[in-house]
């Protein structure tokens, strides 16, 4: 019974033949992803002059918290001025957080004057909302360029190391567009589940380069190892973080469908990046003899 239940659970990586593909034909398919995710992120900052939507915190605004029997929709037209959004938040039909616009005066009034029970309000200054934007971006951009400085520290040649980079960068990058495609604003949280990307996407790729480059063995039973142990933990992330997706919505939890929905988009181009672009990469740099 025992044996029956580990066998149950057990989770059998597939070998790939990486010999039936050139180098150009792994690098491909990820290329053409992040052109895809480039261009919608250049779409929405042409549209917005912003890359990705910015949420309250970032823009300034006011949160507001109400209880109502009504749909988003009468929410919103029993406000005089703009709405941001209407969010059912909670684990009951009628709680919902409504976002306005810096400037908006009179919304708890107005909330109350419909009347809703007011549970919270947050208000945050347009400057205040300016400054965290700048130290989201610090943040996100100094852990970047110092997992770039780590891991060309620990390889010390250009291909190897820019397979990482290039993968890393790539995994932010196509959860950015995917925010814009399904709606999601940038917040604290949201920026805290990417910097926890990279830290995802330089696990992964350090764990292949350093079975193919510092462990002996053929190349391509060195890529099979490091993907046994690579893809199962990346997959098992997944599972996690799409079954705290599907609870938190179900409960109405705020922010965690967000964050949950981000990280299985960046693992998943992480598992694109690192078996398809680092894999050709580090193929090139070994058959190829580059040592530049």
Not at 7 to 23: A, C, G, L, S
Not at 139 to 145: I, K, S, Y
Request: without cysteine.
């Amino acid at each position: 019974m025992r044996g029956h239940s580990r066998r149950m659970v057990e989770f059998e990586v597939p070998e790939i033949d990486y010999t039936r593909y050139t180098n150009r034909q792994l690098a491909a398919i990820p290329l053409v992803v992040l052109a895809l995710a480039l261009v919608v992120i250049g779409g929405y900052f042409a549209l917005t002059g912003s890359p990705v939507s910015l949420g309250v915190a970032f823009t300034g605004g006011t949160e507001l918290r109400v209880a109502a029997a009504d749909s988003p929709q009468a929410i919103e037209q029993a406000f005089d001025g703009e709405v941001d959004s209407v969010t059912p938040v909670g684990s009951s039909d009628n709680e919902y957080l409504v976002t306005f616009p810096p400037g908006a005066e009179n919304v708890e009034t107005q909330a109350q004057s419909a009347g809703y029970e007011v549970i919270s309000v947050q208000e945050r200054a347009a400057s205040f909302g300016a400054d965290a934007q700048q130290q989201a971006l610090l943040g996100v951009g100094a852990a970047f360029v110092g997992m770039s400085v780590l891991v060309f520290v620990l390889f010390r040649t250009f291909v190897p190391s820019i397979a990482v980079v290039a993968s890393a960068f790539s995994d932010i990058v196509i959860p950015l567009a995917l925010m814009n495609v399904f709606g999601i604003d940038l917040t604290l949280g949201t920026v805290a589940a990417l910097l926890m990307l990279i830290g995802y996407s330089v696990d992964s790729d350090l764990l292949l380069n350093n079975h193919i480059l510092r462990r002996r063995g053929d190349f391509y039973e060195s890529t099979y190892r490091a993907m046994r142990t690579g893809v199962t933990m990346t997959l098992t992330s997944i599972s996690a973080m799409a079954v705290m997706t599907v609870v938190a919505t179900a409960f109405g939890i705020p922010l965690l469908p967000e964050v949950g929905l981000i990280l299985v988009f960046g693992l998943s181009a992480d598992l694109m990046n690192t078996y398809l672009l680092n894999v050709s990469l580090l193929r090139y740099y070994k058959y190829e003899g580059i040592t530049a």
